[in-house]
C-alpha cells in the first residue's frame, strides 16, 4: 500500500506547521486547521529545547 492518506493537522502553532511542513516534503497532502482568523504574533515569549532546535535544522529554518 504505497498510497499516502491526507493528513489533517489541529493546531497553527509551531508544532503543527513543523510537523506540516515535514509532512508535505513527504509527499503527504496536509491540511492545517488553526482557530485563529490569522497566523501572527500575540506578543508572548516561548522556551524551546535543544531538541526543538536540532529539529528545525533537520527541516532547514533553524
Given amino acids: 500500500m504505497s498510497e499516502k492518506l491526507p493528513v489533517v493537522i489541529a493546531g497553527g502553532g509551531i ?3 513543523a510537523a506540516a511542513l515535514a ?3 513527504r509527499g503527504f497532502a496536509v491540511t492545517v486547521l488553526e482557530q485563529a482568523p490569522e497566523i501572527g ?3 508572548a515569549g516561548i522556551q524551546l529545547g535543544p531538541n526543538a532546535f ?3 535544522d533537520a527541516l532547514g529554518i533553524g
Fill in 15 to 17: 508544532g503543527g506547521l
Fill in 23 to 25: 509532512l508535505v516534503r
Fill in 41 to 43: 504574533e500575540i506578543g
Fill in 54 to 56: 536540532h529539529a528545525f
